[in-house]
């Protein structure tokens, strides 16, 4: 089975940046980042595919930047200006989202 290792968390400011790192044992045509906040469903936050194109939630537009490193079978997510109410635990996968999910990495926003 797929495996994903997600890294990069930590408690951050509002207003700070963090660079998240997903190392995937392999790495599918369209990856994406994903969160889920205290008590909410999880969200896809961005997506890229093979190519490099990315697609963006509305809420994170303009403040993070999916990115890939094929030949490292990696997902990079920077995120900037970072809010409270973005504290959540970060995951990464393929999109459409498979079955198996790794640990995530913690991110919160708290001065």
């Known amino acids: 089975q797929v495996q994903f290792v997600e890294s990069g968390g930590g408690l951050v400011q509002p207003g700070g940046s963090l660079t998240l790192s997903c190392a995937a044992s392999?790495?599918?045509?369209?990856m994406a980042w994903y969160r889920q906040a205290p008590g909410k469903q999880r969200e896809l936050v961005a997506s890229?595919?093979?190519?490099?194109?990315?697609n963006y939630a509305d809420s994170v537009k303009g403040r993070f930047t999916i990115s890939r490193d094929n030949a490292r079978n990696t997902v990079y997510l920077r995120m900037n200006s970072l809010e409270p109410e973005e504290t959540a635990v970060y995951y990464c996968?393929?999109?459409?989202?498979?079955?198996?999910w790794g640990q995530g990495t913690q991110v919160p926003v708290s001065p």
């Open positions: 996968n393929k999109k459409p989202p498979g079955d198996f």
């Open positions: 392999r790495i599918y045509n369209s």
């Open positions: 890229i595919s093979s190519g490099g194109s990315s």
